[in-house]
């Protein structure tokens, strides 16, 4: 199986261009927004923007919950694809998906800079902020069931713009759905929060003493976090200890957040034996 991925920030277009990339690359299988698709059809999954808050349509589309990654895995392994594309936000989410349905990483990525202008971009996401308007790469006919109430448009693209690739010999049909959390107005975490479940995770970690943030900031591609930790030294390989700490720490923050996590770097910056904890502790 050749493995394709289209990667771009949230609103930039990825699933508008879609239809058209794996046109080009003779790619019959699209995996996106929690969906598995065969051209005009959904074979499985269930889209994220059925999902009623933003945080459940991101662990929709990474597939975190077992019954939804079971049944896709299942469908994937009964189309038994030559070609597949996946699109994601972020190269991390792309590799998360592949791990998760034990397929090959991508040999190609594609991201969304290379197949469409500036201008392109800009517009696709001034469209996403002010009427929040997401694309689906499927017909309306073929998605009605799967998207009740939802639908608002349908759109014709002929792709004109950056490629030099010839467009398709007739337009794609594309659908135009406006997801459920969109009606439940924004909410957002604070920092303050992010740091407060990744001190927390890091300290229920067998061996951390304690914890503390140094630095924490997002960016498009997930959560970047650093943590300085005292450990107790137990004749433990450290850096074993040292990695359980960062597995924990991103396991709690995407189940608890939904968000993606890029990287979290943990320093070891004190060791403290078992003779010392225990004095500290009696005194």
Known sequence: MKVYALVGPSGTGKSHRASLLAYQKGINYIIDDGLFIKKNTILAGISAKREKTRMAATKRAIFLDPEHASSVEEKLKEAQPDKILIVGISKHMIMRICERFNIPHPEEIIHIEDIATPQQIAQAMESREKENRHVVPLPTFAIE??????VIDSIRSFFLGKDTVPPPPKPMEQSIVRPLYST??????????????????AQKQEGVIKARKTSLYTSNSGTNINLDITLKYENQYIPDQLKG???????????????????????????SSIHQHTAKKSG
């Open 145 to 150: 069931k799967h998207f009740p109430g939802l």
């Open 245 to 271: 700490v960062q597995e924990r720490v991103k396991d709690e923050l995407e189940r608890l957040t939904g968000s993606q996590v890029s990287s979290i770097n943990v320093t070891a910056r004190h060791l």
């Open 184 to 201: 439940l107005g924004n909410f957002f975490l604070s920092e303050n929060v992010v740091e407060q479940i990744a001190l927390y995770a």
